[in-house]
């Protein structure tokens, strides 16, 4: 299959993209080296050159917001919250697009649809009820209270993404499955999942991202601080340190440095899990 404009870009066209690529890397690299070498300023510093690089680096400003935002709880909790609503929401998309895709009742197309009717569902929208349902309920500031709505948030597009993918799957794998004597269940276990590798992969580094990142519901929904996340927490020295700049920078470092390591280790993953789902479209 010929790809479209190969061999066909003018040296102007192509120069051009580069210039436009470079530019776009400085953009989004540069506010973090700067936050980077800034955290290690003096705030005094920072006053002084706010773009300049520290003078006399410290790491103070790592260990005050370390204690005074008691960042080791925090990051506890996120692991918690983002650990155990991926888990549950790759595993309930995949179990749940099996069944949308191989599976066919009168209800399944309008049960399909039902739930990707979620994905036009915002967060602010259900605040309030929410609130005052888990309240009625007694799991509101607890961790199972924030945990049901990041799953509940996640799934359509989990289920979205699993059924498009595994509708694709060839039938005759789990016909001769069937033939053999395998359960259903067994079936999902040695072949769906197997196969669904690369979006079970896609699923989980956009579920993780997003609850990783997730500030609304947490804030709303919690209300002790040693049930709070990272998000949260980091917005708080805004707030309470709002002149202390160094601490702030600090503080965003901590925050930012997992998200960075993730990205590091699983980006081609998502890429890869993204391009054998558009084959299997």
Known sequence: MKVFGTGSVSPVTRVVAYVVMILFTILTIGPLVWLFYSSFKLNSDIMQSTLGLPLHPTLENYARAWKLGQMGILLINSVIYTGVAT??????????GYAFAKFHFRITAFLYFFILLGLLITVQSVLAPLF????????ADTRLGVIVPYVAFGLPVAIYLATSYVAGIPSSLEESAVIDGASYLRIFWSIILPVSRPVVATMT??????????????????????????PVGINAFAGVFNVDYGLQFAALVIGTIPMIIFYIFFHERLAQGFAEGALKE
């Open 87 to 96: 888990a549950a929401t790759v595993f309930l998309g995949v179990s749940t």
């Open 132 to 139: 005052i349902v888990e309240t009625r309920l007694g799991i």
């Open 205 to 230: 580094i956009l579920t993780f991202l997003s609850n990783w990142n997730e500030f609304v519901l947490i804030l709303v929904l919690t209300s002790r601080s040693s049930l709070r996340s990272l």
